[in-house]
């Protein structure tokens, strides 16, 4: 258990995927904004489809702030629903 990775990590939100998105398109969409630790798109287990929304996690404060700050988030066409994921704030 390393809990302590939880509490250092900076995670965002992001919805309204397009479902052609995967993890790796994710990761590298918000890699503009720094170093990302982390990026997942939360799949339907037994559909195996998007499920539009996922989650990044950003290894530096600096480029979560950057990200999160961000107006408008634009993907393959679409608006993304960007918001602050972080619990421990």
């Known amino acids: 258990m390393s809990s302590g990775f939880a509490r250092s990590s900076y995670k965002l939100f992001v919805g309204n995927l ?3 998105i995967s993890s790796k398109e994710l990761k590298t969409y ?3 904004y720094g170093h990302v630790a982390n990026a997942e798109v939360v799949f339907d287990k037994q559909q195996g489809l998007s499920k539009y929304y996922g989650f990044v996690v950003f290894s530096q404060r600096d480029a979560y702030n950057s990200a999160s700050n961000q107006n408008t988030h634009f993907l ?3 608006v993304l ?3 602050r994921a972080n619990e421990s704030q």
């Open 81 to 83: 629903n960007v918001q």
């Open 30 to 32: 918000f890699s503009r």
């Open 76 to 78: 393959e066409g679409r």
């Open 18 to 20: 397009p479902w052609t």
